[in-house]
């Protein structure tokens, strides 16, 4: 499966932009780039997937590098809703059909009042 | 819609026992995977659902099994549990697209 990595930890202040990177090098050229993030006590959470354009939605904005080995998590402003681990995940479809997500240990994202 | 429902919310087992975990998937979902979280650790994928067969599996032994239901919900059984299994189990369900969670089950073995 391919490898992302993350920072362990990052910390922002309420109502600043966050921007949380991720490195995927080994990237194939089937494989999307997903998003989720776990807040406290709960099931992670979907926040955004892209393949190769940028992408945006109501939660957040996702920035793929034109060599797609990086992308990042733009959160415009963060509030304290926001303070959870955010998973950035490679999935490709198999030859069944099944995309499943393969989870590293994500950055947990501290936002200060 | 209830979203991904999970039951029971907690459960205590002792080493040994088998145990069984049920999810109930988002309204229209036909898919359903399983995930095991340890804690500090991201979800391991345990194995996906589709058509009541199971279609993909992840690096789990035998002792973790499942099944589907015509009305797409699904069970974890976990036989001959060992300390190493106390987790929180969470249930994914989805229709071609992204992945929705639900609360998961805490087993605590003992």
């Known amino acids: 499966d391919a490898k992302t990595t993350q920072p362990n930890s990052m910390e922002s202040n309420e109502e600043e932009p966050v921007h949380l990177p991720c490195n995927h090098s080994?990237?194939?050229?089937?494989?999307?780039i997903h998003w989720y993030r776990q807040l406290p006590s709960q099931g992670p959470e979907y926040v955004i997937h892209?393949?190769?354009s940028n992408v945006n939605n109501r939660m957040a904005s996702l920035a793929i590098a034109e060599d797609r080995k990086s992308s990042t998590l733009i959160l415009h402003r963060a509030t304290l809703r926001d303070a959870a681990v955010y998973y950035c995940?490679?999935?490709?479809?198999?030859?069944?059909?099944?995309?499943?997500?393969?989870f590293g240990t994500g950055t947990r994202l501290t936002v200060i009042p | 819609d209830a979203g991904v429902t999970q039951s029971p919310t907690h459960l205590i087992k002792t080493r040994g026992q088998q145990v069984t975990l049920r999810c109930s998937p988002k309204?229209?979902?036909?898919?359903v995977s399983w995930y095991q979280q340890a804690l500090g650790q991201g979800p391991q994928f345990i194995f996906q659902?589709?058509?009541?067969?199971?279609?993909q599996r992840g690096n789990f032994p035998d002792r973790f099994s499942g099944h589907q239901f015509p009305n797409y919900s699904s069970e974890l059984n976990v036989n001959a549990l060992l300390l190493g299994d106390s987790a929180l189990y969470l249930c994914?369900?989805?229709?071609?697209?992204?992945?929705?969670f639900g609360p998961g089950t805490r087993l605590t073995v003992t």
């Open positions: 659902y589709y058509e009541e067969e199971e279609r």
């Open positions: 309204s229209g979902h036909d898919t």
């Open positions: 080994t990237i194939s050229g089937t494989d999307y």
């Open positions: 892209g393949l190769t």
């Open positions: 995940i490679l999935s490709r479809a198999d030859q069944t059909g099944a995309n499943n997500l393969f």
């Open positions: 994914a369900s989805s229709f071609e697209g992204e992945q929705y």
